[in-house]
């Protein structure tokens, strides 16, 4: 189970940080309906890629991406339903697509720097990328 107890310290520590760097934090409610995100800030990431490392790129965390590498605002989910003819079942099967959020390339990143720390020297093996 995983535990959502909220720790008020730290809560408070982490809004200091993100103060003190003027790093602005989407909502959970924004990140579920991205109309609601300030204009500001939806007319700041037409300057920003989508693999940037950003902090305006917590805002694409979410399934609505609009499909576009640089400058992109949001749009439908962006999903494939795979047919019948290719599945064999006459159930519908929905495939979402995550390749469009920015968080997959900081985890990749993240992953190779804590790498290069722990075992300086030490070849990585390369793993298919996630989508």
Request: glycine share 6%; charged share 25%; with cysteine.
């Amino acid at each position: 189970m995983i535990d959502l107890t909220i720790h008020p310290e730290a809560l408070e520590r982490n809004i200091e940080v993100a103060r003190k760097n003027h790093i602005i934090l989407p909502t959970f409610e924004q990140m579920k309906h991205p109309d609601k995100v300030p204009e500001k800030v939806k007319e700041a990431l037409k300057n920003v890629g989508l693999w940037d490392v950003n902090p305006l790129n917590l805002f694409r965390i979410t399934w609505h991406n609009e499909p576009v590498m640089d400058g992109g605002q949001y749009g439908p989910v962006n999903f494939i339903e795979l047919p019948s003819s290719l599945t064999g079942v006459k159930a519908r099967i929905i495939c979402l697509i995550g390749g469009h959020r920015p968080v997959r390339r900081h985890l990749q990143q993240g992953r190779l720097a804590l790498h290069r720390q722990l075992l300086p020297g030490r070849r990585l093996q390369q793993q298919a990328p996630c989508l």
